[in-house]
């Protein structure tokens, strides 16, 4: 059965793709989960409707994360932490802190957009990478301090 993926699959291919398929296959799984419709002309215009929608979709989050990003680009945040016998941390600064901290800030970013490449364990100045959209990353200053 020819159909026409609807969003992006990992192991069929991209949006707007026609593929091949097992007819139990499309029925049971493709067609249900709202992941492929039946490959018709009307689908196709359905489908190029959908992505033009997709299209302005990503380019207004894109336009509102680039905006995000410039406010962003020069906030420093705080981080106490205590110390132990010559300034040893005890934990680390974790994703969910810096996230936390920019709230208190007025920038609501979830913890998966912090990118940290190994956990923050020792006192210092750090630039942390935020990554708002998939084209649009920005840096915040990090000082961890001792309480």
């Known amino acids: 059965m020819k159909v026409i993926l609807r969003r992006d699959h990992e192991n069929l291919g991209k949006m707007g793709d026609q593929v091949n398929v097992k007819n139990g296959y499309a029925r049971n799984y493709l067609f249900p989960k709202n992941i492929a419709i039946e490959a018709s002309p009307k689908a196709l215009n359905i489908l190029e409707e959908e992505k033009k929608?997709?299209?302005?979709?990503?380019?207004?989050?894109?336009?509102?994360?680039?905006?995000?990003?410039?406010?962003?680009?020069?906030?420093?945040?705080?981080?106490?932490?205590?110390?132990?016998?010559?300034?040893?941390?005890?934990?680390?600064?974790?994703?969910?802190?810096?996230?936390?901290?920019?709230?208190?800030?007025?920038?609501?970013?979830?913890?998966?957009?912090?990118?940290?490449?190994?956990?923050?364990?020792?006192?210092?100045?750090?630039?942390?990478?935020?990554?708002?959209?998939?084209?649009?990353e920005t840096k915040i200053r990090l000082w961890v301090v001792k309480e």
């Not at 941390?89 to 970013?109: A, R």
């Open 53 to 136: 929608l997709l299209v302005k979709r990503e380019a207004k989050t894109k336009r509102e994360a680039e905006a995000a990003a410039k406010q962003m680009e020069n906030v420093s945040i705080t981080a106490t932490v205590t110390v132990g016998e010559e300034d040893k941390v005890f934990g680390s600064v974790t994703s969910q802190q810096i996230s936390d901290l920019l709230k208190e800030k007025g920038f609501d970013i979830d913890k998966k957009k912090v990118v940290l490449d190994d956990p923050i364990k020792a006192l210092g100045v750090y630039d942390i990478a935020v990554k708002l959209h998939t084209e649009v």
